[in-house]
């Protein structure tokens, strides 16, 4: 898959919880092995966007959607989806860091046991090559068996993206990942993400302006559940078109 | 100074409560002991744990028996109440839609408010009679004592662990899902293992109200002092051979009494810190 391929396409999207609706009308394609910045104030919707794109927003009850998303050029709502693959597919990293609660190795070999790995030299490489491409192995190799709580939290955020790595994704869908991180373990996430692109597509909410130019490709700006531009590379932090996307990323909100 | 002291005084009245409710405590152990020691000395420790026959007529006091006896009828109700609590609090927690959750809640808790004899009064209507026609035997039985026992402890059991599993971090069940696991997966191998100490403390405060039950019991125990052979045997407990001997018991009969109160705090205090060192180690892995 070359850049530039659309890898997921976003079409006239809706989502409501309950009677109130937070998304609106939006068009988005993600290009493959690209980093896609959205950006926004709080309440803007980005997190619902996100969560939908790996269904997992179907989990609150009375929520509904239009439109459609498709992935690779097919409907994720179609009827043979199988939601827990589609997640497989799409792996997600939360804002809390949220190891679960056992080793280091046994989080990330979490995933590819469920999916039915069993042999244990080739779960044991999985785990290797996981937590290298995460920047995480240097830090853990002599202590995987220790519970994971005991990382520090950029370590833990990082484990939880060699969590997501270890089942060998296409998309990486990153929800404000360094919100609570000091700034080395930032740096450390947004160098490892720039390794990462070159395998998967990212889609990231930027916890600032800063971030999100250090480290995109492309960038989407959100307000009040509606997407109010895109710019490729520079572009929208450069010449932001709307005054809007303008009053956000010089700072006058947010 | 006024206002220093004014500062001060809420602490020490709440002190003064907090130590109130401690000092009954060690009243009633107290109290216990002083009352219960001196025939444990007299007989014996071991004759009087281990002794076979309970003869207060005769001078004799074995209350092994009814040690088997308590123990036998608290293992019964764990085994029968524990697995259907745990599925109730699970099935709360997770599965039901509001509205069921709704209806069930305050009627589990209802459970938890009838009075110890009613259910004792259902079982001898219920229970005593369905066992002795269906599976032989007199009826009052360790199984009769342990299915109303069980019913007993359900509401302690659902709602301390229905509690413990809502408390979690709803990142562990996010994360889970987010990985591509199937609601029922998290629920397994994520969800329950991080809600494995809230449920133990579940199973140890169902235990001490099993232990502890006094009149259900009376009514469906048969109250016979012997070693049981099956569960279909009637059997006595601690707490029972007080509740029914207390009224008329005299000098020595009555201090063997407070022994078998004795031996009965002994009992559930070895129950509850062997159950609390298995929560810690868990935790300490």
Redesign the interface.
């Known amino acids: 898959m070359k850049q530039g391929n659309t890898k997921i396409s976003i079409r006239d999207y809706q989502f409501f919880y309950g009677e109130k609706q937070a998304l609106f009308d939006i068009n988005l394609d993600i290009r493959a092995n690209e980093i896609l910045s959205v950006l926004g104030p709080a309440n803007s919707g980005i997190t619902t966007l996100l969560r939908s794109l790996n269904r997992l927003c179907d989990l609150i009850p009375k929520v509904r959607m239009q439109g459609d998303i498709l992935v690779d050029g097919e409907s994720i709502y179609a009827p043979h989806v199988v939601v827990t693959e589609l997640r497989r597919r799409l792996g997600m990293v939360f804002d809390v860091p949220s190891p679960l609660p056992m080793t280091i190795f046994d989080n990330i070999a979490f995933g590819p046991r469920l999916h039915g790995k069993k042999n244990r030299q080739r779960l044991a490489d999985t785990v290797e090559q996981s937590l290298r491409m995460a920047a995480l192995w240097e830090d853990v190799k002599d202590r995987l068996h220790m519970p994971a709580m005991s990382l520090s939290g950029g370590q833990q955020q990082r484990l939880c993206i060699a969590r997501v790595l270890a089942l060998q994704p296409e998309v990486i869908l990153l929800d404000r990942p360094c919100s609570g991180l000091d700034p080395i373990s930032t740096s450390k996430i947004e160098d490892s993400l720039q390794l990462l692109k070159k395998r998967f597509t990212i889609v990231i909410a930027p916890h600032n302006v800063q971030q999100a130019t250090r480290i995109s490709d492309s960038a989407a700006f959100m307000l009040m559940g509606r997407l109010i531009e895109v710019g490729v590379g520079d572009d929208l932090f450069a010449n932001p078109r709307d005054k809007r996307t303008s009053d956000y990323i010089t700072g006058r909100y947010g | 100074m006024m206002r220093k002291f004014r500062e001060k005084l809420p602490g020490r009245i709440f002190f003064l409560l907090a130590l109130s409710s401690i000092s009954v405590l060690a009243l009633i152990t107290v109290f216990i002991v002083v009352q219960g020691a001196p025939i444990i000395a007299r007989v014996g420790v071991i004759d009087f744990v281990f002794g076979m026959s309970w003869a207060p007529s005769q001078g004799e006091y074995g209350i092994f028996p009814m040690i088997v006896g308590s123990l036998s009828v608290t293992l019964g109700a764990v085994v029968l109440g524990v697995p259907i609590g745990i599925c109730c609090s699970i099935f709360l927690a997770e599965f039901a839609p ?1 509205r069921l959750r709704n209806l069930f809640r305050p009627a589990i808790q209802l459970l938890a408010g009838i009075p110890s004899v009613v259910y004792g009064l259902w079982g001898l209507i219920f229970i005593v009679p369905f066992i002795r026609n269906y599976m032989g035997g007199p009826g009052l039985s360790i199984l009769a004592g342990s299915v109303v026992l069980a019913i007993m402890i359900l509401p302690t059991v659902i709602s301390i662990s229905e509690v413990s599993i809502l408390a979690l ?1 709803p ?2 069940k ?9 609601h029922w ?1 998290a629920i397994r ?2 969800q329950l ?2 809600a494995k100490s809230g449920i133990v403390a579940a199973v140890i405060l169902g235990i001490g109200r099993a232990i502890g039950e006094t009149m259900a019991v009376i009514m469906l125990l048969g109250n016979a002092v012997a070693l049981p052979s099956s569960i279909l045997d009637p059997i006595r407990t601690l707490t029972t051979n007080i509740g029914i001997e207390m009224g008329y018991a005299t000098g020595e009969h009555r201090e063997a009494l407070f022994a078998t109160g004795i031996v009965l705090f002994v009992v559930i205090m070895i129950l509850n810190s062997t159950a609390q060192t298995i929560v810690k180690r868990k935790k300490d ?1």
């Open positions: 509001v971090p990142a562990y996010e994360g889970a899902l987010a990985l591509g696991m199937t997966q191998s994520v293992p991080a892995q």
